[in-house]
């Protein structure tokens, strides 16, 4: 069964700082893997989608990697700004079994200080 | 354009009751999910759809029913609610089976 863990479960950094979120899994024969934001009380927002034969997507001030070998993701953000304070969700997508299901970790918490 | 509408916002049950929750998209996507959130677990898949007409069981399906009976909705059903399915209880819809995930904004469902 796939596991998906996210380090660190909450991150605190001073506006303008670059920064990384981590995303590993224990499966890394996937089908693609999805970043999502989700704000407090509210839906989730996907950011960036990559698929198995990708290495990385981008998104404006968004970067995000994959190392399938390996098993890990990484989101980068640039120049963060307090409206980047959310909840930063990573999903892999298998499809065994034929089907396609999204496996989500439990997130990075982020807050953006001004 | 709503996107992704789901309703109710809130709600509260007692043990034993039974409830509907709906979901509408208008973006004309075939596949359609629900997930359930709860803190410290993530997000579970508890059914999906992939056309009119069709469900599928995800990884925590026990307790819920769905049904997709127009392609714009997917209903997720308790038949009988018990505390353990205390729950925000999420919508998605994508137009492919391995597409970018579209979701709602959420039901906070509270049993007693």
């Known amino acids: 069964k796939q596991e998906v863990t996210q380090i660190p479960a909450a991150l605190s950094v001073p506006e303008g700082e670059n920064l990384v979120l981590n995303c590993s899994f224990t499966?890394?024969?996937?089908?693609?893997l999805q970043w999502f934001r989700q704000d407090p009380g509210k839906g989730l927002t996907s950011l960036l989608l990559?698929?198995?034969?990708?290495r990385e997507q981008t998104s404006g001030r968004l970067n995000a990697s994959l190392d399938k070998s390996s098993g890990r993701s990484t989101l980068y953000i640039a120049a963060s700004q307090p409206g980047d304070s959310a909840t930063y969700l990573c999903?892999?997508?298998?499809?065994?079994?034929?089907?396609?299901?999204?496996?989500f970790g439990k997130g990075t918490k982020l807050s953006v200080i001004p | 354009n709503a996107g992704v509408t789901q309703t109710p916002k809130f709600r509260v049950l007692k043990t034993g009751q039974s409830m509907t929750l709906l979901c509408a998209q208008d973006?004309?996507?075939?596949?359609m999910y629900w997930y359930r959130q709860d803190p410290g677990m993530g997000l579970r898949l508890i059914h999906y759809?992939?056309?009119?007409?069709?469900?599928a069981k995800g990884e925590v399906p026990d307790g819920y029913n769905v049904s997709r009976l127009k392609k714009q909705n997917f209903l997720l059903g308790l038949e009988s609610a018990a505390p353990s399915q205390t729950s925000v209880y999420f919508c998605?819809?994508?137009?492919?089976?391995?597409?970018?995930?579209?979701f709602g904004p959420g039901t906070r469902l509270t049993v007693l």
């Open positions: 998605a819809s994508s137009v492919l089976a391995g597409g970018r995930q579209f």
């Open positions: 499966d890394s024969a996937i089908y693609n």
């Open positions: 990559i698929q198995s034969s990708q």
């Open positions: 999903a892999v997508g298998d499809s065994g079994a034929g089907s396609y299901q999204l496996t």
């Open positions: 973006m004309n996507h075939e596949y």
């Open positions: 759809s992939v056309g009119e007409g069709t469900t």
